[in-house]
């Protein structure tokens, strides 16, 4: 924690620390605690040594944090507190913060096993139509797309893969589609990188890099190159068979509600006839004709 007990903003934090973690114990009872007289004591909430047993920290230790003192915590001592107390995911990050410490990402999702799609999100990229949108998990994997996606992308091809790293180096169409392949693909594996070093020990991503590496000299080059760059906003020019040249700029959404998926949006670039062709691929007539094109 802190220790310049003079600053206003440390005594604002540790004020907000014992308010917090006062009004936490008061709301957990003794039976959802699963102590010996849960189920008869009429005192609401959870006494302050009864927590620091539950966590297994001393008495004096707890009384201390919870009074906002200056001591040494630890993200294992905190995690202990926020079981016994009962702590959203949130609430969690919340108490990492008002303790001093960088709050830990929010895997909250992918610890429930969470790889849904809800409804509303579907109609959210379905909405994006004309357009090509898809939904990521994590690892790139393709969780959901619009069908503009499948028609434009290639998204939900046969024999494609559905992880959008291996798909690029391994997909013949979207490789003879893409305008700036050569060019791009550098920062793809590096924006990779940079997702993959944000979760050190994440065996999902650590098959998926052993599974291109596997696939593609080319990949293998530059992710030994160990470049790291953030993902954001980039342009893509894709070259369809049916009406030529399309030009997006495509950016990716994360959602507060759901931090394990990533939402990758194509807008037409402007001063461009790229959102005229995607109305007319998307329409009846170009969808019969797009039927053969998707697969060369």
């Given amino acids: 924690m802190a220790t310049n007990a003079a600053n206003p903003d440390t005594a ?20 959802e605690a699963g102590l010996p007289d ?28 919870e009074q906002g003192r200056d001591i040494t915590v630890s993200p294992q001592v905190l995690d202990s ?20 410490l960088n709050p830990p990402l929010r895997q909250d999702a992918e610890e429930l096993g969470r790889t849904d799609v809800s409804a509303g999100l579907q109609r ?42 291996i798909a690029f180096f391994t997909d013949p169409v979207y490789r003879a589609r893409a305008a700036s392949w050569e060019e791009n693909a550098p920062s793809v594996v590096a924006e990779y990188r940079a997702a993959w070093s944000a979760r050190p020990g994440d065996e999902g991503f650590d098959e998926v890099v052993g599974e291109a590496t596997a696939c593609s000299e ?23 068979p049916l009406v030529g040249a399309l030009f997006f700029e495509v950016t990716q959404l994360r959602l507060p509600a759901r931090p394990d998926l990533n939402v990758v949006l194509h807008n037409p670039l402007p001063e461009t006839d790229t959102a005229d062709k995607m109305a007319w691929l998307t329409s009846p007539e170009g969808r019969r004709g797009g039927m053969s094109s998707v697969a060369g």
């Fill in 12 to 31: 604002r934090r540790r004020q907000d620390l014992r308010d917090f973690l006062r009004s936490r114990r008061a709301r957990v009872t003794p039976a």
């Fill in 38 to 65: 849960g189920g008869r004591r009429r005192t609401p909430g959870l006494r302050r040594e009864e927590v620091a047993v539950l966590a297994g920290v001393g008495a004096s230790w707890y009384q201390w944090l």
């Fill in 81 to 100: 507190v926020a079981r016994v107390l009962r702590l959203s995911g949130a609430e969690r990050r919340h108490l990492y913060v008002l303790a001093g």
């Fill in 124 to 165: 959210l990229i379905d909405a994006w139509m004309p357009s090509p949108a898809h939904i990521m998990d994590p690892y790139w994997n393709i969780v959901s797309y619009n069908d503009a996606a499948g028609l434009v992308l290639g998204h939900g091809r046969p024999g494609v893969s559905p992880n959008c790293l």
């Fill in 218 to 240: 080319e990949f293998a080059a530059l992710w030994g190159r160990g470049d790291v760059q953030d993902g954001g906003q980039r342009q893509k020019e894709l070259h369809h």
